[in-house]
C-alpha cells in the first residue's frame, strides 16, 4: 500500500519498478561507507583540522581542493612549547588502520596547539568518518617538519605566542585572607 503511494509519487519513465527494488547488499554497503566518508568530510571541514594541517587554507578562504587537503604545514607555531607543526595527516592515516586510528585518536596527547582534547573527546563515529575520508584522499605530501626544542627560533613563517603573565590572585581571596588574619569571618 505505501510502496504503491511511493511508487505513485516517483514514478519513474520507462523504469516503472525501478523504486519499488531494494538496492543490492552490496550496493547498499557501498552507500553507507560514502555516507561515512561525506561524513568525514563535513566533520573535518567543521571541525577546523584544515585551518591547522593544511598549508594555506585560510588564506585562500577554505577555497583548497580536497586533493590538497590535510598534507601538513611549514607553519610553526612557536611558545614556551618550542616549535610544533601540523602534521600531514594523510601519512598519519595512510599508516593506521582503522582500529589503531580510532585507539590512538581516543587517547591522543600531543604538544600544542593541536586541540588534542577536541579528539579525545570526539565520538567513535566521528573519529572513524574521519579515516574513512582521509583513506578515501590517499597518501599525499611530505612528512611536516620536525618539532624545534624550546628556546630555539624557528625559520619563517611562524606564528609566535606570546603567554600571558601569570593572574594577580582575585581582590576577593586577598580580602578574604586578611579577614582570616584579622580573626574574621571572611565574606561568603
Ligand atoms: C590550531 C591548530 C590545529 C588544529 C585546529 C588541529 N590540529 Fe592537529 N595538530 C596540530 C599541531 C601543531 C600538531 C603537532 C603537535 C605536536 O607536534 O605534538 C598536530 C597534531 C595532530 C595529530 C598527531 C600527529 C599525527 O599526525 O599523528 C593528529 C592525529 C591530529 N593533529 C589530528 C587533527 C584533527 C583530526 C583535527 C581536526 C578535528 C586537528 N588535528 C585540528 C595543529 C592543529
Redesign the pocket.
Known sequence: MLACAIGACQRVPNAPDAVAKPLPIATAAAAAGDDLVAHGEY??RI???N???TAGYAERGGDVPTGEWLTGSPLG?HGPWGT??????RL?VGDLDEAEWLAY?AN?H??P???DF??RQMRERDRRA?HRFVRSLGPAGEPAPE?LPPGRVPPPPYFQLVAPAPAPPRPERRQASADAQNGQNPVQ
Open positions: 566533520i573535518v571541525g577546523g583540522c585551518d591547522c594541517h607555531y610544533t607543526y601540523a602534521s600531514n595527516l598519519t585518536t591522543l600531543t604538544r596547539i593541536m586541540p577536541m579528539l574521519i618539532p
